[in-house]
């Protein structure tokens, strides 16, 4: 019990090296890419979740942001499979890391935004003054509408690392009280085991969840700049 709580959120690193880029490329195990006439029942599955997602997400995009899906996909692939790996005992989830998920966000974000201002200049510029605004309030209007422009890469971020790392904490904090009531009340320790159990089915949800919903509000900023 005399390990810090945040212990599990430190960089890995091996002979003073950190393997967080070994840790990010190993979700790619997992997809193998498909090379047999007739596919095996595990990546038949992945195949028909993979359109399942792409078809649902996609579905209110244009042709030109139909070029996006790859990216999409991709984007929460990746996120997912690397929420999943992290619930494993004595593992790093990356995704706990703001800097990493600012490294997705603003990216992404700002190939959205500047894909609407090269080719939907007149109706990006306008989001920024909604219709009829009465003239006095124009100056503070842009200036609130532009703060809400930079702050969506930002919430992007922090709501992914903030879900996270809320969950793997709480599962830190039960672990450790199911441990030392087991010498002191077996049946209240139990009761927390359970409750243990329940929190990480729970967990297993949010980490898929929270993939979807972050790769969601992408999908959401590219329409809105398509």
Known sequence: MNENLFASFITPTLMGL?????????????FPSPNRLINNRLISFQQWLIQLVLKQMMTMHNLKGRTWSLMLISLIMFIGSTNLLGLLPHSFTPTTQLSMNLG?????????????FRHKTKASLAHFLPQGTPIPLIPMLVIIETISLFIQPMALAVRLTANITAGHLLMHLIGGATLVLTSISTPTAMITFII?????????????????VFTLLVSLYLHDNT
């Open 18 to 30: 950190p393997i967080v880029i070994l840790i990010i490329a190993f979700p790619n195990i997992l």
């Open 104 to 116: 997705m966000a603003i990216p992404l974000w700002a190939g959205a935004v500047i894909t609407g």
């Open 196 to 212: 243990l159990v329940l929190l990480t089915i729970l967990e297993f949800a949010v980490a898929l969840i929270q993939a979807y």
